[in-house]
Protein backbone atom coordinates (compact mmCIF):
# COMPACT_ATOMS: atom_id res chain seq x y z
CA UNK A 1 0.00 0.00 0.00
CA UNK A 2 1.01 3.64 -0.71
CA UNK A 3 2.38 5.65 2.34
CA UNK A 4 1.12 8.71 0.47
CA UNK A 5 -2.12 8.06 0.55
CA UNK A 6 -4.30 6.25 3.30
CA UNK A 7 -7.86 5.07 3.06
CA UNK A 8 -10.43 4.98 5.76
CA UNK A 9 -12.76 2.09 6.73
CA UNK A 10 -15.36 1.52 9.29
CA UNK A 11 -15.58 -1.65 10.87
CA UNK A 12 -19.26 -2.29 12.05
CA UNK A 13 -20.11 -4.95 14.75
CA UNK A 14 -20.85 -5.67 18.03
CA UNK A 15 -18.61 -4.94 20.51
CA UNK A 16 -18.16 -7.15 23.62
CA UNK A 17 -18.27 -10.46 21.85
CA UNK A 18 -15.74 -9.61 19.19
CA UNK A 19 -13.18 -8.06 21.06
CA UNK A 20 -10.31 -10.07 19.89
CA UNK A 21 -11.58 -10.06 16.29
CA UNK A 22 -11.83 -6.33 16.48
CA UNK A 23 -8.24 -6.58 17.48
CA UNK A 24 -7.06 -8.41 14.28
CA UNK A 25 -9.23 -6.69 12.17
CA UNK A 26 -7.65 -3.06 13.18
CA UNK A 27 -4.42 -4.18 13.36
CA UNK A 28 -4.39 -5.72 9.57
CA UNK A 29 -5.94 -2.57 8.73
CA UNK A 30 -3.26 -0.52 10.24
CA UNK A 31 -0.78 -2.87 8.41
CA UNK A 32 -2.31 -2.05 5.23
CA UNK A 33 -1.64 1.56 6.22
CA UNK A 34 -5.29 2.35 6.55
CA UNK A 35 -7.24 4.37 9.49
CA UNK A 36 -9.98 2.48 11.09
CA UNK A 37 -12.60 3.94 12.46
CA UNK A 38 -16.03 2.37 14.45
CA UNK A 39 -18.72 4.00 16.81
CA UNK A 40 -19.60 1.05 18.52
CA UNK A 41 -19.07 2.58 21.78
CA UNK A 42 -21.08 5.69 21.42
CA UNK A 43 -24.39 4.95 23.34
CA UNK A 44 -27.11 3.45 21.45
CA UNK A 45 -30.04 5.88 22.67
CA UNK A 46 -28.53 8.90 21.70
CA UNK A 47 -29.62 10.67 18.15
CA UNK A 48 -26.88 12.78 18.20
CA UNK A 49 -24.56 9.77 18.06
CA UNK A 50 -26.23 8.15 15.06
CA UNK A 51 -26.13 11.58 13.81
CA UNK A 52 -22.24 11.35 13.87
CA UNK A 53 -22.10 7.83 12.85
CA UNK A 54 -23.53 8.59 9.69
CA UNK A 55 -21.16 11.39 9.22
CA UNK A 56 -18.29 9.05 9.91
CA UNK A 57 -19.47 6.63 7.48
CA UNK A 58 -20.03 9.12 5.00
CA UNK A 59 -16.27 10.29 5.20
CA UNK A 60 -15.05 6.76 5.00
CA UNK A 61 -13.88 4.99 1.92
CA UNK A 62 -14.53 1.23 2.53
CA UNK A 63 -17.01 -0.46 4.92
CA UNK A 64 -16.40 -3.65 6.71
CA UNK A 65 -18.79 -5.32 8.61
CA UNK A 66 -18.27 -8.42 11.42
CA UNK A 67 -20.99 -10.83 11.96
CA UNK A 68 -20.41 -13.15 14.79
CA UNK A 69 -22.91 -14.77 17.55
CA UNK A 70 -24.74 -12.01 18.67
CA UNK A 71 -27.10 -9.62 16.83
CA UNK A 72 -26.63 -6.07 18.82
CA UNK A 73 -28.71 -4.08 21.07
CA UNK A 74 -32.53 -3.13 19.42
CA UNK A 75 -32.65 1.05 18.51
CA UNK A 76 -35.31 3.36 17.88
CA UNK A 77 -35.73 1.85 14.45
CA UNK A 78 -36.54 -1.70 15.91
CA UNK A 79 -33.09 -2.78 14.73
CA UNK A 80 -29.59 -3.36 15.75
CA UNK A 81 -27.31 -0.29 15.26
CA UNK A 82 -24.99 -2.82 13.62
CA UNK A 83 -27.69 -3.28 11.00
CA UNK A 84 -28.84 -0.22 10.67
CA UNK A 85 -24.81 1.07 10.12
CA UNK A 86 -25.28 -1.84 7.73
CA UNK A 87 -28.34 -0.95 5.65
CA UNK A 88 -27.09 2.83 5.69
CA UNK A 89 -23.60 2.04 3.44
CA UNK A 90 -25.84 -0.21 1.34
CA UNK A 91 -27.97 3.25 0.93
CA UNK A 92 -25.26 5.26 0.08
CA UNK A 93 -23.49 3.39 -1.91
CA UNK A 94 -20.06 2.61 0.22
CA UNK A 95 -17.84 -0.41 -1.27
CA UNK A 96 -19.12 -3.21 1.38
CA UNK A 97 -17.07 -6.44 2.53
CA UNK A 98 -19.03 -8.72 4.94
CA UNK A 99 -17.16 -11.24 7.33
CA UNK A 100 -19.68 -13.70 8.55
CA UNK A 101 -18.89 -16.32 10.98
CA UNK A 102 -18.37 -19.39 8.92
CA UNK A 103 -20.21 -21.90 12.01
CA UNK A 104 -22.47 -20.02 14.40
CA UNK A 105 -23.07 -23.12 16.14
CA UNK A 106 -19.45 -23.62 17.05
CA UNK A 107 -19.43 -19.71 18.93
CA UNK A 108 -19.56 -20.32 22.50
CA UNK A 109 -23.12 -19.45 24.59
CA UNK A 110 -21.32 -16.44 25.92
CA UNK A 111 -20.97 -14.93 22.91
CA UNK A 112 -24.48 -16.08 21.34
CA UNK A 113 -28.05 -14.26 21.59
CA UNK A 114 -30.43 -16.21 24.34
CA UNK A 115 -33.62 -14.45 23.68
CA UNK A 116 -35.64 -15.59 20.55
CA UNK A 117 -36.27 -12.51 19.18
CA UNK A 118 -32.72 -11.52 18.78
CA UNK A 119 -31.76 -15.07 17.29
CA UNK A 120 -34.43 -14.65 14.06
CA UNK A 121 -33.15 -11.14 13.70
CA UNK A 122 -29.85 -11.99 13.77
CA UNK A 123 -30.91 -14.92 11.07
CA UNK A 124 -32.45 -12.28 8.88
CA UNK A 125 -29.56 -10.08 9.04
CA UNK A 126 -27.16 -12.71 7.97
CA UNK A 127 -29.73 -13.49 5.10
CA UNK A 128 -29.69 -9.86 4.41
CA UNK A 129 -25.73 -9.46 4.38
CA UNK A 130 -24.99 -12.72 1.92
CA UNK A 131 -26.67 -11.00 -0.55
CA UNK A 132 -23.88 -8.92 -1.08
CA UNK A 133 -19.84 -10.05 -1.21
CA UNK A 134 -19.19 -11.40 2.29
CA UNK A 135 -16.41 -14.03 3.36
CA UNK A 136 -16.26 -16.32 6.26
CA UNK A 137 -13.89 -17.10 9.46
CA UNK A 138 -14.04 -18.73 11.99
CA UNK A 139 -10.52 -17.98 14.18
CA UNK A 140 -9.62 -14.28 15.13
CA UNK A 141 -6.45 -14.74 13.28
CA UNK A 142 -8.31 -16.07 10.26
CA UNK A 143 -10.50 -13.13 10.35
CA UNK A 144 -7.65 -10.84 10.32
CA UNK A 145 -5.83 -12.64 7.19
CA UNK A 146 -8.90 -12.54 5.13
CA UNK A 147 -9.98 -8.69 5.80
CA UNK A 148 -5.91 -8.32 4.82
CA UNK A 149 -6.60 -9.77 1.39
CA UNK A 150 -10.35 -8.53 0.55
CA UNK A 151 -9.24 -5.31 0.81
CA UNK A 152 -6.20 -5.17 -1.01
CA UNK A 153 -8.28 -6.32 -3.41
CA UNK A 154 -11.23 -4.28 -3.02
CA UNK A 155 -9.34 -0.89 -3.16
CA UNK A 156 -8.00 -2.33 -6.83
CA UNK A 157 -11.62 -3.04 -7.93
CA UNK A 158 -13.30 0.12 -6.73
CA UNK A 159 -10.69 2.67 -5.83
CA UNK A 160 -11.47 5.31 -3.71
CA UNK A 161 -10.16 9.13 -2.82
CA UNK A 162 -8.78 8.08 0.64
CA UNK A 163 -6.49 10.95 2.40
CA UNK A 164 -3.10 12.45 2.03
CA UNK A 165 -0.95 14.82 4.29
CA UNK A 166 -1.45 18.27 4.01
CA UNK A 167 1.98 18.91 2.35
CA UNK A 168 1.66 15.68 0.29
CA UNK A 169 -1.98 17.06 -0.65
CA UNK A 170 -0.83 20.26 -2.61
CA UNK A 171 2.12 18.67 -4.23
CA UNK A 172 -0.38 15.89 -5.80
CA UNK A 173 -2.71 18.59 -6.52
CA UNK A 174 -0.32 20.98 -8.71
CA UNK A 175 1.08 17.55 -10.67
CA UNK A 176 -2.32 16.85 -11.19
CA UNK A 177 -3.49 20.35 -12.23
CA UNK A 178 -0.07 20.19 -14.64
CA UNK A 179 -1.06 16.97 -15.42
CA UNK A 180 -4.51 18.25 -16.50
CA UNK A 181 -3.51 21.68 -18.59
CA UNK A 182 -0.89 19.57 -20.60
CA UNK A 183 -3.71 17.39 -21.84
CA UNK A 184 -5.57 21.09 -22.67
CA UNK A 185 -2.87 22.72 -24.27
CA UNK A 186 -2.16 18.50 -26.22
CA UNK A 187 -6.12 19.20 -27.31
CA UNK A 188 -5.89 22.60 -28.54
CA UNK A 189 -2.72 22.33 -30.90
CA UNK A 190 -4.07 18.84 -32.42
CA UNK A 191 -7.68 21.05 -32.77
CA UNK A 192 -5.39 24.01 -34.00
CA UNK A 193 -3.24 21.95 -36.47
CA UNK A 194 -6.75 20.07 -37.55
CA UNK A 195 -7.61 23.80 -38.22
CA UNK A 196 -4.92 24.78 -40.75
CA UNK A 197 -5.90 21.26 -42.74
CA UNK A 198 -9.92 21.39 -43.00
CA UNK A 199 -12.23 24.36 -42.98
CA UNK A 200 -15.60 24.66 -39.96
CA UNK A 201 -17.70 21.37 -39.85
CA UNK A 202 -20.33 21.34 -42.70
CA UNK A 203 -18.40 24.38 -44.72
CA UNK A 204 -18.33 21.68 -47.45
CA UNK A 205 -21.82 22.54 -48.55
CA UNK A 206 -20.82 26.10 -49.09
CA UNK A 207 -20.48 27.53 -52.42
CA UNK A 208 -16.17 28.10 -53.17
CA UNK A 209 -13.39 27.18 -54.70
CA UNK A 210 -14.00 27.99 -58.73
CA UNK A 211 -18.18 28.41 -58.25
CA UNK A 212 -18.91 31.60 -59.81
CA UNK A 213 -20.78 34.22 -57.23
CA UNK A 214 -22.29 37.02 -59.36
CA UNK A 215 -21.36 40.77 -58.11
CA UNK A 216 -23.42 43.55 -58.21
CA UNK A 217 -21.30 46.71 -58.61
CA UNK A 218 -21.61 50.30 -59.88
CA UNK A 219 -19.83 53.01 -61.74
CA UNK A 220 -19.29 55.94 -63.62
CA UNK A 221 -18.51 56.40 -67.51
CA UNK A 222 -18.15 58.98 -70.30
CA UNK A 223 -19.27 59.06 -73.49
CA UNK A 224 -18.45 60.38 -76.93
CA UNK A 225 -20.67 63.49 -76.37
CA UNK A 226 -18.92 63.76 -72.51
CA UNK A 227 -21.76 62.95 -71.19
CA UNK A 228 -21.22 60.91 -67.63
CA UNK A 229 -23.55 58.08 -66.98
CA UNK A 230 -23.78 56.29 -63.90
CA UNK A 231 -24.24 51.99 -64.30
CA UNK A 232 -25.00 48.99 -62.67
CA UNK A 233 -23.37 45.53 -63.61
CA UNK A 234 -23.37 42.12 -62.49
CA UNK A 235 -20.01 39.92 -63.03
CA UNK A 236 -19.58 36.02 -62.03
CA UNK A 237 -16.17 35.83 -60.38
CA UNK A 238 -15.25 32.80 -58.63
CA UNK A 239 -14.60 32.40 -55.27
CA UNK A 240 -11.24 31.56 -55.26
CA UNK A 241 -10.30 34.56 -57.08
CA UNK A 242 -12.41 36.84 -54.77
CA UNK A 243 -10.04 35.10 -51.78
CA UNK A 244 -6.69 35.16 -53.97
CA UNK A 245 -7.55 39.49 -54.47
CA UNK A 246 -8.56 39.91 -50.80
CA UNK A 247 -6.33 37.33 -48.51
CA UNK A 248 -3.00 37.83 -50.37
CA UNK A 249 -3.34 41.72 -48.86
CA UNK A 250 -4.73 40.48 -45.73
CA UNK A 251 -1.38 38.91 -44.04
CA UNK A 252 -1.46 41.84 -41.55
CA UNK A 253 -5.02 42.97 -41.37
CA UNK A 254 -7.45 44.89 -43.23
CA UNK A 255 -9.84 47.55 -41.80
CA UNK A 256 -13.27 47.71 -43.00
CA UNK A 257 -12.72 50.35 -45.50
CA UNK A 258 -9.35 48.59 -46.80
CA UNK A 259 -11.27 45.73 -47.09
CA UNK A 260 -14.02 47.18 -49.51
CA UNK A 261 -11.13 48.96 -51.25
CA UNK A 262 -9.52 45.56 -52.48
CA UNK A 263 -13.27 44.46 -53.36
CA UNK A 264 -13.63 47.23 -55.77
CA UNK A 265 -10.50 46.47 -57.27
CA UNK A 266 -10.84 42.77 -57.97
CA UNK A 267 -14.18 43.71 -59.27
CA UNK A 268 -12.62 46.20 -61.34
CA UNK A 269 -9.38 43.90 -62.91
CA UNK A 270 -12.07 41.47 -63.27
CA UNK A 271 -14.47 43.37 -65.53
CA UNK A 272 -11.99 45.99 -67.53
CA UNK A 273 -10.81 42.75 -69.41
CA UNK A 274 -13.79 40.69 -69.65
CA UNK A 275 -16.02 40.12 -72.86
CA UNK A 276 -19.04 41.41 -70.98
CA UNK A 277 -17.47 44.74 -71.18
CA UNK A 278 -16.31 44.12 -74.39
CA UNK A 279 -19.54 43.22 -75.72
CA UNK A 280 -21.59 45.72 -73.69
CA UNK A 281 -23.65 47.89 -76.56
CA UNK A 282 -23.98 50.32 -74.11
CA UNK A 283 -20.51 50.81 -73.25
CA UNK A 284 -19.21 51.36 -76.99
CA UNK A 285 -17.47 54.73 -77.54
CA UNK A 286 -17.47 55.22 -73.66
CA UNK A 287 -14.22 55.44 -71.94
CA UNK A 288 -12.78 56.62 -68.39
CA UNK A 289 -14.77 53.77 -66.94
CA UNK A 290 -13.88 54.84 -62.67
CA UNK A 291 -15.70 54.76 -59.30
CA UNK A 292 -16.34 50.81 -59.15
CA UNK A 293 -17.74 50.67 -56.08
CA UNK A 294 -19.62 46.84 -55.07
CA UNK A 295 -22.88 46.47 -53.77
CA UNK A 296 -22.67 46.57 -49.98
CA UNK A 297 -24.87 43.34 -49.82
CA UNK A 298 -22.80 41.63 -51.85
CA UNK A 299 -19.50 42.96 -49.81
CA UNK A 300 -21.16 41.66 -46.49
CA UNK A 301 -22.19 38.53 -48.11
CA UNK A 302 -18.72 37.82 -49.48
CA UNK A 303 -17.70 38.87 -45.95
CA UNK A 304 -20.07 36.17 -44.23
CA UNK A 305 -19.11 33.63 -46.77
CA UNK A 306 -15.37 33.80 -45.95
CA UNK A 307 -16.07 34.01 -42.02
CA UNK A 308 -18.20 30.59 -42.81
CA UNK A 309 -15.81 28.77 -44.42
CA UNK A 310 -13.03 29.70 -41.66
CA UNK A 311 -11.29 31.76 -43.87
CA UNK A 312 -11.35 34.82 -42.36
CA UNK A 313 -12.24 36.47 -38.69
CA UNK A 314 -12.94 39.14 -36.97
CA UNK A 315 -10.94 40.71 -34.17
CA UNK A 316 -10.88 43.74 -32.87
CA UNK A 317 -7.49 44.36 -31.68
CA UNK A 318 -7.22 47.34 -28.53
CA UNK A 319 -4.32 50.07 -30.14
CA UNK A 320 -4.78 48.51 -33.72
CA UNK A 321 -8.24 49.63 -35.08
CA UNK A 322 -6.93 48.92 -38.85
CA UNK A 323 -6.38 45.34 -38.62
CA UNK A 324 -10.24 44.00 -38.09
CA UNK A 325 -9.98 41.44 -40.61
CA UNK A 326 -7.55 38.99 -40.58
CA UNK A 327 -6.91 35.34 -42.66
CA UNK A 328 -7.36 32.38 -39.78
CA UNK A 329 -5.16 29.59 -39.98
CA UNK A 330 -7.07 27.93 -42.11
CA UNK A 331 -7.33 30.34 -44.42
CA UNK A 332 -3.63 31.22 -44.43
CA UNK A 333 -3.06 27.54 -45.42
CA UNK A 334 -5.80 27.75 -48.04
CA UNK A 335 -4.15 31.09 -49.77
CA UNK A 336 -0.45 29.80 -49.57
CA UNK A 337 -2.00 26.82 -51.76
CA UNK A 338 -3.65 29.25 -54.22
CA UNK A 339 -0.57 31.29 -54.32
CA UNK A 340 2.59 29.06 -54.20
CA UNK A 341 4.16 28.79 -58.20
CA UNK A 342 3.62 24.65 -59.09
CA UNK A 343 6.83 23.38 -60.62
CA UNK A 344 4.95 22.81 -63.69
CA UNK A 345 3.39 26.12 -64.34
CA UNK A 346 5.53 27.96 -66.64
CA UNK A 347 6.29 24.78 -68.50
CA UNK A 348 4.41 26.27 -71.70
CA UNK A 349 6.76 29.34 -71.28
CA UNK A 350 10.03 27.36 -70.87
CA UNK A 351 9.13 25.12 -74.32
CA UNK A 352 8.14 28.05 -76.09
CA UNK A 353 11.59 29.87 -74.82
CA UNK A 354 13.64 26.53 -76.31
CA UNK A 355 11.64 26.47 -79.29
CA UNK A 356 11.95 30.23 -79.70
CA UNK A 357 16.44 29.66 -79.54
CA UNK A 358 16.25 26.75 -81.79
CA UNK A 359 14.33 28.65 -84.65
CA UNK A 360 16.91 31.50 -83.86
CA UNK A 361 19.83 29.48 -84.05
CA UNK A 362 18.74 27.40 -87.30
CA UNK A 363 17.98 31.05 -88.88
CA UNK A 364 20.85 32.44 -87.95
CA UNK A 365 22.89 29.30 -89.23
CA UNK A 366 21.02 29.13 -92.86
CA UNK A 367 22.82 31.90 -94.38
CA UNK A 368 26.27 30.13 -93.72
CA UNK A 369 25.05 26.62 -94.75
CA UNK A 370 23.54 27.99 -98.35
CA UNK A 371 27.30 29.49 -98.62
CA UNK A 372 28.48 26.24 -97.96
CA UNK A 373 26.32 24.54 -100.19
CA UNK A 374 27.36 27.33 -103.38
CA UNK A 375 30.31 26.86 -102.34
CA UNK A 376 30.59 23.13 -103.07
CA UNK A 377 28.73 23.55 -106.22
CA UNK A 378 30.76 25.80 -107.57
CA UNK A 379 33.89 23.75 -106.86
CA UNK A 380 35.05 21.55 -109.86
CA UNK A 381 36.04 17.77 -109.13
CA UNK A 382 39.08 16.77 -109.37
Not at 129 to 136: F, G, M
Request: negative net charge.
Amino acid sequence: MSSDRRHQVFVSSTYEDLREERHEVIQALLELDCIPAGMELFPATDDDQWSLIQRVIDECDYYIVIVGGRYGSIGPQGISYTEQEYRYALQTGKPIIAFLHKTPSNIPVGKTESEAESKKLLVEFRSLVQKKVCKYWESPTELGSAVSRSLVRLIKTHPMPGWVRADKAVATLAAEEMLRLRRTIDELKEKLSKSELEGPEGSSELAQGKELFPVKFSFSVTDADETDWDCTRIKPICWNDIFLGVGSLMLDGLSEEQFRKILNRVIEDEYLESEEMANDEHLQGCGNIRDILIDWRDEQTIKVQFRALGLIEYSKIQGNPGSEWRLTAFGDSSLLKLCAVHKDDFKDWQIKDEQKVEDAVISLAAPALDATQDLKNATPPL
